[in-house]
Each structure stands twice: as C-alpha cells, then as structure tokens.
Nanobody, 119 residues
Framework: QVQLVESGGGLVQPGGSLRLSCAAS????????MGWYRQAPGKQRELVAA???????NYADSVKGRFTISRDNAKNTVYLQMNSLKPEDTAVYYC?????????????WGQGTQVTVSS
C-alpha cells in the first residue's frame, strides 16, 4: 500500500499563494492517479484536483483557473499550486491515490495539512 504525507499548509491573506506537497512511499507510485481533497469543519470532503498516471488533469469548478496539480514521479511527490486564494478555500487538505477519475480513493486518510485564508 502507498503511504502519503502532506505538507506546505499555512496562513495566507486573500489573494495569496501556497504550494502543497504530498510525499508518497512505494515502488508503484507512477502507475496511480493522484488527487487532492479538502474538508472544512461540518462540510463534506471534496475532490479539488486530480492527475492521472499519464498527466491528464481535472479540477473542481470552484478552483479551476486558480489551482494547478502536478507530479514528479522521480521524487514520488504530487504538488498543488494554489493561487488567488479565497477565504472559502480554508480547509484541511489531503492527498490520496486511486484510478483515473479518483471516484474511489484507495488509501487511508492521513493528518492532512491546514490551509487558512484570512485577513
């Protein structure tokens, strides 16, 4: 099983930027799709962005044009570049792996990394 550790969260002002990282273990990282999820208190966890093993990407409408997901297979790492951040982006962000559409995440949920957007 692939294990994942998220990092890079923090406190930023509206309009600011952050880059999140997700470091993965295992020898089969490159064959899976990877996704970033977020969950705010009292709200449902949602898929924010996904990238397939071949590099195809998909984004939630709420972040389209502002967030970019990428992966570096040599480093077993997936990134989420977040620009033009809004208060409604405040949440705990998690990564996971799965098949192309990420409709069925395969990994367990870790600690995530907190992103807070506030002035």
């Amino acid at each position: 099983q692939v294990q994942l550790v998220e990092s890079g969260g923090g406190l930023v002002q509206p309009g600011g930027s952050l880059r999140l990282s997700c470091a993965a273990s295992g020898n089969t990282f490159s064959i899976y799709a990877m996704g970033w999820y977020r969950q705010a208190p009292g709200k449902q966890r949602e898929l924010v962005a996904a990238i397939t093993a071949g590099g195809s990407t998909n984004y939630a409408d709420s972040v389209k044009g502002r967030f970019t997901i990428s992966r570096d297979n040599a480093k077993n790492t997936v990134y989420l570049q977040m620009n033009s951040l809004k208060p409604e982006d405040t949440a705990v962000y998690y990564c996971n792996y799965g098949y192309a559409t990420m409709k069925r995440p395969l990994g367990s949920w870790g600690q995530g990394t907190q992103v807070t957007v506030s002035s």
